[in-house]
């Protein structure tokens, strides 16, 4: 479908069209620190953002429990509501907050054009993308046949469902032990299945692990299948792989959690915008520019290193003076 067909704004006959066709400033897609955190300063600066949440209003934070590493909690906070503390500072400063996702841009020329929701045309000076990334599975076939019959990629959203009962945690990194620490909580029992003999995550986080009594770590098993009549009953395991001490593992669990890293929302903004082999978008070092003038990358969807909420954060503000600074050159 062509979105994007030259529209003449003084011509009646395309009325419909202008009541879906919006000009702004300063656009910024996405909800999570980066892009709340680009409200802030985009509003303090008088760009009159139009911000866009997305699906998850508030990003991947709002799938967390805890959060005690973002400077200015001393005691922690839980994800939804600092998430929730952003948006509020966001909208003080007069940012528009809306629901709505980007289903595709135009940015092969000025201005810069995103379709949101595939009907309403937001016509842009700027665009910051803060789309963040998104929970990545295993690729088997049984993930797919038992969504929402047992596998999560987010245990605070269901892990309430498996209380008493026995699960299993995939990945080996902070996520994973966050996740399996907070479904130890509830659960009888945690199995976290790490595929290489360490864990990634960080001391603090294995530490974390190791102390607690209900979780047992299973080194160097890899999942291949799942099975149960009417929902998730276990996982079949492979321990060992490619060694002559291979062999397969059969547990009995009630759910299986995947934490085993992220994919960046990238997609839609792939035809114009320069991404590595992962699909993280590629921003000039030392700012948030990307290789269309106008459009500023921030967060996780240009992040593979750091992925903190307060890097996201930082880059959120550096994505909108970047914005400042160039719409006041076009000037
Ligand atoms: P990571 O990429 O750090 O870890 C992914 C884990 O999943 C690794 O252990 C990896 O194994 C494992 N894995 C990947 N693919 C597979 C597969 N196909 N089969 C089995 N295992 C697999 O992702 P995280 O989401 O854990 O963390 C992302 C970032 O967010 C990190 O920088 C982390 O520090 C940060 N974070 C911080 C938190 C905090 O500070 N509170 C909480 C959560 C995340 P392998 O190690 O063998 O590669």
């Not at 620190?33 to 760009?47: E, V």
């Not at 595929?195 to 190791?210: G, I």
């Not at 929902?231 to 547990?251: A, N, S, Y």
């Not at 269309?292 to 954060?313: C, K, N, S």
Request: with cysteine; glycine share 10%.
């Amino acid at each position: 479908m062509e979105i994007f067909k030259p529209i003449d704004l003084n011509m009646e006959s395309q009325t419909t069209d202008i009541e879906n066709i919006e000009k702004v400033k300063c656009l910024i897609i996405g909800s999570g620190p980066a892009g709340y955190t680009a409200a802030i300063y985009a509003s303090r600066a008088n760009l009159h953002p139009v911000l866009y949440t997305g699906l998850q209003m508030g990003g991947q934070l709002t799938t967390t429990t805890e959060v005690d590493n973002y400077p200015g909690y001393p005691d922690g906070i839980t994800g939804p509501a600092m998430m929730e503390d952003f948006k509020k500072q966001a909208e003080r400063f007069g940012a528009d907050i809306r629901f709505g996702i980007a289903t595709s841009v135009d940015f092969s020329g000025k201005p810069l054009k995103v379709t949101i929701d595939e009907k309403r045309i937001i016509i842009a000076e700027a665009v910051i993308i803060a789309t963040g990334a998104t929970a990545k599975y295993l690729g088997i076939e049984a993930e797919t046949k038992y969504t929402g019959m047992g596998v999560s990629a987010c245990a605070t959203c269901d892990g309430f469902f498996y209380r008493g009962k026995d699960v299993a945690v995939v990945g080996g990194g902070d996520t994973a032990a966050e996740e399996a620490t907070y479904l130890a909580g509830l659960c009888r029992k945690v199995y976290l299945i790490v595929r290489r003999d360490v864990l990634r995550a960080s001391k603090a986080m294995q530490q974390r692990v190791m102390n607690t009594h209900n979780i047992e770590i299973l080194w160097e098993h890899q999942p291949v299948d799942l099975f149960g009549e009417n929902g998730v009953e276990g996982v079949m395991l492979v321990k060992k792989k490619g060694t002559p001490q291979e062999e397969i593992v059969k547990i009995m669990i009630d759910g299986f959690f995947l934490a085993i890293g992220h994919t960046p929302n990238s997609d839609v903004f792939k035809k114009y915008l320069e991404t590595d082999q992962v699909g993280y978008i590629k921003t000039i070092p030392g700012t948030t520019r990307t290789n269309v003038e106008g459009v500023f990358a921030a967060g996780d969807v240009q992040d593979p290193h750091y992925r903190q909420a307060v890097t996201a954060a930082g880059s959120g503000c550096m994505a909108a003076i970047d914005a400042e600074r160039y719409l006041s050159e076009l000037k």
